[in-house]
């Protein structure tokens, strides 16, 4: 089932899409509409949305594919170990990634990989304080479903 799919959700005021190339989930997005070439319908977005209605997921059996430098791919690998309900700070994400958490650089490229994130969801970056992949109201919208 590859391609582009999406559904707008009531509770989170926008869509949610995934897109799909082969067995892999290539990107997750939030856009404000649902696109005119998405199909509403795969089985990730079932789990979105049973997920959004209260199912507890961690998303991280999802395979993804991640097309981004191995810098970025160790900081988003160290995110999808946040625990489903809990948020940290940047800088614990950096001690997760083994990176130096008193270091400006390496804070900077945490900042960088959770903005570059393609599959926020499935890398749960909303589980972090700070910027993200996930637009801002969403996030704190998913932090509160999974208090």
């Given at each position: 089932m590859e391609g582009i799919y999406a559904r707008e959700s009531p509770r989170l005021g926008r869509a949610v899409q995934v897109g799909v190339a082969g067995d892999r989930v290539i990107s997750v997005s939030f856009p404000e509409s649902v696109p005119d070439d998405a199909g509403p319908d795969?089985?990730?977005?079932?789990?979105?949305?049973?997920?959004?209605?209260?199912?507890e997921d961690h998303f991280d059996d999802v395979t993804v594919?991640?097309?981004?430098?191995?810098?970025q791919r160790t900081v988003l690998d160290a995110v999808r170990n946040v625990p489903y309900g809990e948020t940290v700070d940047v800088?614990?994400?950096a001690r997760l990634a083994g990176l130096d958490d008193e270091d400006e650089d390496d804070l900077h490229a945490v900042r960088e990989a959770l903005r570059a994130n393609p599959v926020p969801l499935c890398i749960p970056d909303h589980r972090v304080s700070g910027p993200g992949a996930?637009?801002?109201?969403?996030?704190?919208?998913?932090?509160?479903?999974?208090?």
């Open positions: 795969h089985p990730l977005l079932d789990r979105v949305f049973d997920y959004l209605d209260g199912a594919a991640l097309t981004v430098p191995t810098d800088a614990r994400v996930t637009p801002p109201e969403v996030a704190e919208r998913l932090r509160d479903l999974e208090a």
